[in-house]
């Protein structure tokens, strides 16, 4: 079975940090990437990382406070989250696509249907408040 299984997240005090995982299963080659969405805005691409060059992405908003890494081993792609910031609360999405220009910065939504292979996980909230 092809799917993305989401862990982590939850409550984090401003300041804090997370850790999110996402399992791939049917799935070991092409891009990957961490979307969130926060209640009544769009969906925002957080980073990517291409699994194949291990080249990463950033939203400018997380830069330098982020990071996104993967263990081929375990075909499991991690987003570090340190400093959390109130502006973090969201629900955060893993996704895989085939290729990294597939991501695109914003969408109405998430997930979102597309063509080609486009994976999502379930989503897990992060919260950050004090």
């Known amino acids: 079975q ?32 961490w979307y969130r969405q926060a209640p009544g805005k769009e969906c925002e691409l957080v980073a990517t990382i291409n699994k194949i060059s291990d080249s990463t992405n950033y939203a400018s908003s997380v830069k330098g406070r982020f990071t996104i890494s993967r263990d081929n081993a375990k075909n499991t792609v991690y987003l570090q ?25 914003v969408q109405d939504r998430c997930p979102m249907a597309r063509s080609g292979i486009n994976l999502w996980g379930q989503g897990t909230q992060v919260t950050v408040s004090s």
């Open 81 to 105: 989250m340190n400093s959390l910031k109130a502006e973090d609360t969201g629900v955060y999405y893993c996704n895989a696509r085939a290729v990294i220009q597939q991501f695109t910065p």
């Open 2 to 33: 092809v799917q993305l299984v989401e862990s982590g997240g939850g409550l984090a005090q401003p300041g804090g940090s997370l850790r999110l995982s996402c399992a791939a299963s049917g799935f070991s080659n092409g891009a990957m990437g």
